[in-house]
Nanobody
Framework: QVQLVESGGGLVQAGGSLRLSCAAS????????MAWYRQAPGKQRELVAT???????TYADSAKGRFTISRDNAKNTVFLQMNSLKPEDAAVYYC????????????WGQGTQVTVSS
């Protein structure tokens, strides 16, 4: 069973930075990828960034130029460096792991709160 544990959330002023971490235990399988989603109150959960095992990344338009997703495969950990944070970035951030082409294989972390004060 795969478990994802996020850390690094907190309160930051607008313009500040935070680095989220997600440690994965267990074996996800081949062609796996990891991602960060976020969900603000009253809004749907949205994709923020993804990263493949090989390091290929994608970003939501709202994250481009400000957020960087990376991973340490040896430690089975994925990171989200968030810079120039805005109040609209405030949300619960969730770590996600899945396998390409197999939607039934998906894992979620418990979420970590990010609060951005203006």
């Amino acid at each position: 069973q795969v478990q994802l544990v996020e850390s690094g959330g907190g309160l930051v002023q607008a313009g500040g930075s935070l680095r989220l971490s997600c440690a994965a235990s267990g074996i996800i399988g081949s062609d796996s990828y990891m991602a960060w989603y976020r969900q603000a109150p009253g809004k749907q959960r949205e994709l923020v960034a993804t990263i493949s095992t090989g390091g290929k990344t994608t970003y939501a338009d709202s994250a481009k130029g400000r957020f960087t997703i990376s991973r340490d495969n040896a430690k089975n950990t994925v990171f989200l460096q968030m810079n120039s944070l805005k109040p609209e970035d405030a949300a619960v951030y969730y770590c996600y792991a899945g396998r390409v082409g197999i939607p039934s294989v998906r894992y979620w972390g418990q979420g970590t709160q990010v609060t951005v004060s203006s």
